[in-house]
Nanobody
């Protein structure tokens, strides 16, 4: 089992930056895949970024070049560095872990980008 706790959300102006954190309850090197998703009001949850144990990354087209997913193994934490934020990035951001054929979710953290 994996517990995930996101933090780092907040209110920021367009063009600004935020760094989200996702702290895992077990060593993240044992977790196959870590992902970030987001859900805007009235919309379905959508994929944002992936990081595998091998270090491979993948991003949604809408965030490529602006967002970076990374990890700190010593802290069992995955990060999402978000730069050049746009109002359309406003959403609740969720961390997701794939472990032993199950998916685990955090509670989410709100990101609001004002124009």
């Amino acid at each position: 089992q994996v517990q995930l706790v996101e933090s780092g959300g907040g209110l920021v102006q367009a063009g600004g930056s935020l760094r989200l954190s996702c702290a895992a309850s077990r060593t993240i090197t044992s977790i196959n895949v870590m992902r970030w998703y987001r859900q805007a009001p009235g919309k379905q949850r959508e994929f944002v970024a992936t990081l595998t144990t091998g270090g491979l990354t993948n991003y949604a087209d809408s965030v490529k070049g602006r967002f970076t997913i990374s990890r700190d193994n010593a802290k069992n934490t995955v990060y999402l560095q978000m730069n050049s934020l746009k109002p359309e990035d406003t959403a609740v951001y969720y961390c997701n872990a794939g472990f032993l054929d199950r998916l685990y979710w955090g509670q989410g953290t709100q990101v609001t980008v004002s124009s």
